[in-house]
């Protein structure tokens, strides 16, 4: 059974930092592109940042500059930290693990984290 289980949602001021956690189990963590993705009720979920199993990363422009994504394949984790916390970056955030060959598919989402930026 895969799990992808997230942390570290909450309430911060503009300006502000928060870590996002995803600790994943039931998947052979390294062979998986992770990524953050977003969402606000109204539009559709986006991506945030990716990090291959390598260390590649992409990130939304958007986030680019304030926002760092990192994985640690021994403990099946990755972290998103963001700084710099705007009100635009108020969404429920969500844990997403990728794995895709010629033939093959896996995703799979956790349930998601609320984060609020809000004075």
């Known amino acids: 059974q895969v799990q992808l289980v997230e942390s570290g949602g909450g309430l911060v001021q503009p300006g502000g930092s928060l870590r996002l956690s995803c600790v994943a189990s039931g998947i052979i963590f390294s062979d998986y592109v992770m990524g953050w993705y977003r969402q606000v009720p109204g539009k559709q979920r986006e991506l945030v940042a990716a990090i291959t199993s390598r260390g590649s990363t992409d990130y939304a422009d958007s986030v680019k500059g304030r926002f760092t994504i990192f994985r640690d394949n021994a403990k099946n984790t990755v972290n998103l930290q963001m700084n710099s916390l705007k009100p635009e970056d108020t969404a429920v955030y969500y844990c997403?693990?990728?794995?895709?060959?010629?033939?093959?598919?896996?995703?799979?989402w956790g349930q998601g984290t609320q984060v609020t930026v809000s004075s």
């Open positions: 997403n693990a990728r794995y895709t060959t010629n033939y093959y598919l896996a995703n799979y």
